[in-house]
Every structure is written in C-alpha cells, then in structure tokens.
C-alpha cells in the first residue's frame, strides 16, 4: 500500500446545494431562509436548506409545519432536479477547464486526483476553482474544498469547514484536527458501523486512528475495516471497482420494434439489465439518462436526479417518465435507437443522508429494495429473467446496438444534444 507524501486529492462539496440553487436562480429568495421541499405539501419535510434556515435550528429533515414555526418568513420551494442536474453538468464543465473531474460523487460532490506539478500548486488550483464558478456559475452556489492525501480524507477535509470551506490536511498534518471529529462525521461510519464500534468500545476518531488495521477489520467483519484504517491514515487505497462511473445499455431497435410502445418495452428491458449490474456490483445511482433517436434523424436525450437507488421500481419509473417526456418533444412515430445511463454512483450502503432522501421516500423505498431483492435470487435461481416489474419482452437480435462507453465522467456532449427540429438543442431535462 502506497502512503502519498504531497496532496494528490482536491474534493469538492457545494453547500447547501438545493437550497443555494434556488438562490443562484431566483434573486428575491436570496435575503431569505430558504427549505427545499420535495412536493407541495404541509405534511412533508425539507430536503435542503441554506444556512440561513440553518441558523434559524432548521435541519434537513425538518417538517414542513416545524420550520415554518421555527422561521415564518422561511420560503419552500419545490425541487427542481431537472435544474439541479442541469447546473450539475454547467459545474463539472467549469471544474473541468480547471483541471479533470476525476469522479463524481453525487450531484454537488465531485473530485479530481492531481497529478504532477498540479500537487505543488494544488492551493493555488482551488483558488482558481473556487473563482471560476464564482464567475461562471454564480457567487450563491458556493463550494467547499477540501485537499488531502487520499479521497477519503479530501471528503472529510471539504466538510470540515463549512459552508464555503477550504481546508487542507497534509500527510504531516496527519491525524491533528482528525482528532477534533466525530465519529459520524467520517464518510463511511454509518449507524450500523458506529454501533459495532461502541460495542468495541471506539468511541472517538483518536480510538479508532490507534486500531490496528486487524481489529479494524475484525470490528467491519471485512476488508472494509483494513481500508477504513488506511484511509484514516492517509494511505491511497487503490478500489479498482469504483473507477466504474456508469452503467448503461443502448440498442438499436430492428424494424419491427421502432412504433413507440414497442421501443418502450425496449427501454424497460434495458434499464433493468442495467439495474441488474448495478446491483450485481454493488452500486446505487441517483441519475438516469434516456436518450432516443429516430428513423427521420431527430434526438432527444434528457436526464432525472433522485435518491441513490437500487431497485427495479425507481428506474423503468424515472425511465417511462424520461421516454414520455422525449416522445412528447419528438412527435415521432418510428424510434431507431434508445438507450438508458444510471449513474451518479455510490457503493450500496456508502451513501451518506442523501439530499434527495426524507422520511416517506425511504420506507417505500426499502419496500421496493426488498422486491426487488427477491426477484434478483428468484432470476439468478432460474438463470433466467422469470419475474420482471411489468412485461419483459426481449427483442429479435441481440446485442445489434451501440454500447455506451463506460469509465469516464458523463459531460452534456456525450449525450445526444443535436438540433431537433426547431433548431433547439434539447437537452431537455
Ligand atoms: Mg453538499
């Protein structure tokens, strides 16, 4: 295992991402606290708020009625995930001119690995980082930045100082201000783990730094504790797994498949292919991608942001909605091509309260987890698909289509973004 001596990891985390959104792209909201809710309703809770609202004791989370008695003059907007994911893409544009987003992490979590003479200059880097989406994308948006030997302790760095926080730990620096942190403020220590942790009696971040990397281990039950300790320590932990960044199918459709419901079922059945890999590996996604083309030339592509998911459920919903937004935007009646992208990935599990996530997403979620589960041992029992949500009609032919290229960062180029008939780029989301 290799032990960095330079900086090789800048990790950025916007703050407030929701929430800062709507104030980047509505000016009256700036002055004000502002909570994104999920849907128009008394009776649900925030997703996000900004700092604002923060100081005012309103968390994520918060009921809709609390936050509102807390701060009658807080503002709740509705999600706009389209927008988010569409800014999304303007920053990873921005990043990019900088120096090479390396990996997303979600939609306002993003991190380069820096190579060469990028290591000495790395504050420097951050500085030209931070300026340039203060001028490109907007001064509300504001990023944390965090440097660090390794990704993990980048992450860790980001949040440290927030909002708009910049804070680098440096392998000589290492544990220091580790030792100032919770437990739970370390990515990766989730409850489940923080119980086990007690139970070996850790309690602080300077107990589980003076483990040995064999009672880390023995407390995960797993390798995950050896890498837990290495990260902590600042060790580069090489996971050649989670180079993957998407997982997707495209297919072009034979004659007798391009009227729309055909290309439809088309679209279903390879988004839960997709899905099957995903799970199969490991990952959760929290955006998918359609893109269709038709017989006549036209494009469409659009993408949905939503909680880190998993299941079935989740993605032929946000497909079907995808496809009917593009036929809508199309007016075609013969499909040539569709393809479907899952991506924003983290490892099941690893994923931290997520901005999408609030309480009565995540029952139904962990409900339709669970369907989903038992159709997989059900399908992998059978070695075949015996059970599927909805038909499941395999088209003539096989693999005819194009596969999309895996292991790179999605940019808004790689989608299809050509004209439509209008002359309008369509990156419709
Ligand atoms: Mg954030």
């Known amino acids: 295992m290799r032990q960095p001596t330079e900086i090789e990891s800048l990790y950025i985390d916007f703050d407030a991402f929701f929430a800062n959104a709507e104030k980047q792209l509505r000016p009256e909201l700036r002055d004000r606290p502002v909570g994104v809710i999920p849907l128009e309703s008394e009776h649900t809770s925030l997703i996000a708020r900004c700092y604002l609202a923060k100081q005012a004791g309103i968390q994520r989370g918060t009921s809709v009625r609390e936050a509102r008695a807390l701060c009658p003059d807080i503002a709740l907007p509705v999600a706009r995930h389209d927008v988010y994911v569409k800014l999304h893409h303007r920053i990873l544009e921005e990043i990019d001119r900088h120096t090479p987003v390396h990996r997303v992490w979600s939609v306002d979590e993003m991190e380069c690995a820096l190579s060469g003479s990028e290591r000495q200059r790395c504050v420097a880097l951050a500085g030209q980082i931070r300026d340039g989406l203060r001028e490109n994308i907007g001064p509300w948006l504001t990023p944390s930045i965090g440097l660090?030997?390794?990704?993990?302790?980048?992450?860790?760095?980001?949040?440290?100082?927030?909002p708009n926080g910049f804070v680098m730990l440096r392998p000589a620096d290492l544990p220091g201000p580790l030792f100032n942190l919770e437990l739970r403020d370390l990515p990766g220590i989730a409850s489940g783990i923080h119980a086990r942790l007690g139970r070996a009696?850790?309690?602080?971040?300077?107990?589980?730094?003076?483990?040995?990397?064999k009672q880390a281990r023995m407390i995960w039950n797993g390798v995950e504790g050896e890498r837990m300790w290495a990260q902590l320590h600042g060790y580069a932990v090489s996971r050649p797994e989670t180079v993957r960044r998407m997982f997707g199918h495209g297919r072009v459709l034979s004659s007798d498949w391009r009227q729309p419901h055909k290309a439809r079922e088309c679209l279903r059945l390879l988004t839960a292919k997709a899905a099957r890999r995903l799970r199969r590996e490991g990952y959760t996604a929290s955006i998918l991608a359609v893109s269709m083309s038709c017989t006549d030339g036209q494009r469409w592509s659009g993408e949905q942001g939503f909680f880190p998911a998993r299941d079935d459920h989740t993605f032929l919903r946000e497909a079907s909605l995808l496809y009917d937004k593009g036929l809508t935007a199309l007016h075609a009646n013969r499909m040539k091509k569709v393809s479907v992208i899952l991506y924003g990935l983290h490892r099941s599990g690893e994923a931290s309260a997520d901005l999408f996530d609030h309480d009565d997403s995540r029952s139904e979620r962990h409900r339709w987890e669970r369907v989903t589960d038992a159709m997989d041992a059900l399908n992998a029992r059978h070695g075949t698909c015996v059970v599927s949500l909805g038909p499941h009609n395999e088209p003539p032919g096989g693999y005819a289509g194009a596969k999309i290229a895996f292991g790179r960062v999605p940019g808004l180029n790689e989608f299809d973004t050509s004209p439509d008939r209008s002359g309008r780029v369509k990156l419709s989301l």
Do not use: I, Y
């Open 148 to 162: 660090a030997p390794n990704q993990f302790l980048a992450k860790v760095a980001a949040e440290m100082d927030k």
């Open 201 to 213: 009696g850790v309690f602080t971040v300077e107990q589980l730094w003076n483990l040995s990397p």
